[in-house]
């Protein structure tokens, strides 16, 4: 059993789908000084997780605003596509 302090942190890693989870986790700095550990098997690393809800909330912004730009570019590709009709070659 590990005897590590536990730290409250904010993981965004799947902030666009499920949400800022919360957890209870342990800081790894013996192996890497940006990763946690939580839960069973679970980990996160850099921007994946915050010390402070103020933190994770503007990754989680950050996040979204550029998969909105993202996805306006592939509607912008979309709507430019014309659809051909193109023949086999045997």
């Known amino acids: ?17 499920s949400g800022i989870l919360v957890v209870e986790a342990e800081h790894c700095t013996d192996i890497d000084p940006n990763m946690i550990s939580f839960g069973e098997m ?5 921007n994946d997780w915050h010390p402070t809800l103020k ?15 993202a996805l306006r570019k592939q509607v912008a590709r979309l709507e430019k596509l014309k659809i051909e009709v193109v023949e086999a070659k045997s």
Do not use: C, F, P, W
């Open 1 to 17: 059993m590990s005897t590590k302090k536990k730290i409250k942190a904010y993981v965004t890693k799947y902030a666009l789908t």
């Open 55 to 69: 933190a994770a909330l503007a990754r989680a912004e950050d996040m979204r605003q550029r998969k909105l730009a």
């Open 42 to 46: 679970n980990y996160a690393h850099g």
